[in-house]
């Protein structure tokens, strides 16, 4: 289901597309209404490219090809998408010390995520795994020149860290090159926007995406912002309640000291990679998040809130106007 | 047939000792000297491990010291990375691992209506 509406309080007329893909809440907001169908095409066929390339879900995927391939241990040749798709996951690790890794999927399989999410809701049967670590990033290496890949045999990649926000930054840039108007698109709370309006566009900051009381908002005006906690993508195994956050070292749910980070950055990539590897990172986020310069809001298990490199404090007062409901 | 080495032996062998209370000098200058090799070479060892260390405790230090390199979290060390291999065996992996990209202004504070709310997904 989809829907579409216009805000209104704004100096430039915004529009809205919403829909629901990978399981996850999709807005468009352009800044021109005569501008949405097509960006709404063109938003629909980045995420079909993605999907097609990098969906671990979907049998048929690329990714899943290349699972299948490497277990012989030599390079096998993949799409310049899927090449992409990785290489923005290597950089991810190596800017995170390996903190954000993307071989995390047998590990992620283990705990029974292996299929899509809504199948996990009645819990999974155990046992619960014991530790672990992932074969880590480095084992993945990737050939420019011949756009070839090689896998140790054994290792199953999961590209959810940065792929969903991969696809928002190319539907957002796609967009606004060929429309011509500012753009902000959202994917499950991973926000990418081009050529902004005056003022920015708007953002609510809450523990679950779409939340219409969050407690906060920002505006911004470029780059990209993203939001990563453990408040929604949870289930239970064998009874015990887990989540799809890895630590690579132990290959289980990592155990932070936050419940919620938001950080942004000059892409939307950019800003979930800081905003998961602090996640992992737990208290030491907070000093890395300011070495590299990124603004984030990090918010305890408790609920106090942490702001770090020019992100601006919570408002004392709750906000006065809330989160524009969804039509329905 | 036995030897002429051997027969070297055995008479060394059959050299009656002299007695502990009349020390052999030239004995206890050998013995002298090869106390004070020994200390020497104790002296040059210690020496020779205690400087390979402070160039590896100073390496260490310089490589964190020096403006501008790497940013990755202190906590790195904790993570696999794999094999060692060193990704895309010397040719480019693709986007520039350089640095995570900042935004152009940080996020200001809004009163706005919020149509899309960031959030765990």
């Avoid at chain 1, 992620?108 to 046992?127: E, H, K, T, W």
């Amino acid at each position: 289901m989809s829907t579409q509406q216009a805000t209104s309080g704004r100096s430039a007329p915004e529009v809205i597309y919403r829909t629901s893909v990978w399981s996850t809440r999709v807005d468009l907001i352009v800044t021109d209404a005569s501008a949405l169908v097509s960006a709404t095409r063109i938003l629909h066929d980045e995420l079909d490219r993605v999907d097609r390339v990098a969906n671990r879900f979907r049998a048929d995927s690329e990714l899943n090809t290349l699972h299948d391939a490497a277990r012989s241990g030599v390079g096998i040749e993949v799409s310049p998408d899927l090449y992409e798709a990785l290489a923005v996951a290597l950089r991810a690790a190596a800017l995170t010390g390996g903190a954000v890794d993307p071989t995390v999927g047998a590990a992620i399989n283990r705990l029974g995520y292996d299929r899509d999410f809504p199948l996990l809701a009645a819990g999974v049967p155990g046992p619960f795994p014991g530790p672990l670590a992932v074969p880590g990033w480095r084992s993945v290496v990737l050939d420019a020149e011949h756009s070839t890949v090689v896998l140790e045999p054994g290792t199953l990649l999961d590209l959810g860290a940065t792929a969903k926000a991969w696809a928002a930054d190319r539907a957002a840039e796609a967009i606004a090159d060929r429309m011509g108007c500012g753009v902000l698109v959202s994917l499950g709370g991973d926000i990418a926007v081009q050529q902004a309006p005056e003022g920015g566009f708007h953002v609510g900051i809450a523990d679950i995406c779409g939340d219409p009381d969050a407690p906060t908002a920002v505006s911004i005006d470029s780059g990209g912002l993203a939001t990563s906690g453990i408040g929604n993508r949870h289930w239970t195994l064998d009874g015990r309640p887990v989540h799809h956050l890895i630590h690579p070292g132990n290959g289980l749910p990592v155990e932070s000291a936050w419940r919620t980070v938001s950080v942004a950055a000059g892409s939307c990539v950019d800003a979930n990679t800081a905003s998961t590897a602090s996640m992992v990172l737990g208290e030491d986020a907070v000093d890395w998040l300011e070495g590299v310069g990124l603004p984030a809001r990090l918010v305890t298990l408790d609920g106090d809130v942490c702001t770090v490199a020019g992100w601006p404090a919570d408002p004392i007062e709750p906000r006065a106007l809330r989160a524009v409901p969804a039509r329905p | 047939m036995v030897p002429s080495g051997s027969l070297r032996s055995i008479a060394v062998m059959g050299t009656p000792r002299r007695t502990a209370g009349h020390p052999n000098p030239d004995r206890l200058v050998r013995l002298r000297r090869d106390a004070a090799l020994e200390r020497v070479r104790s002296v040059t060892k210690t020496i020779a491990v205690a400087s390979v260390a402070a160039v590896a405790v100073l390496g260490v230090y310089i490589s964190r010291a020096v403006p501008g390199h790497s940013s990755t979290p202190t906590g790195a060390a904790t993570y696999p990375s794999g094999g060692g291999q060193s990704t895309g065996g010397g040719t480019s992996a693709g986007p520039s691992p350089s640095s995570l990209s900042a935004p152009n202004s940080p996020p200001a504070q809004s009163q706005q209506p919020t149509p899309v709310v960031s959030g765990s997904s």
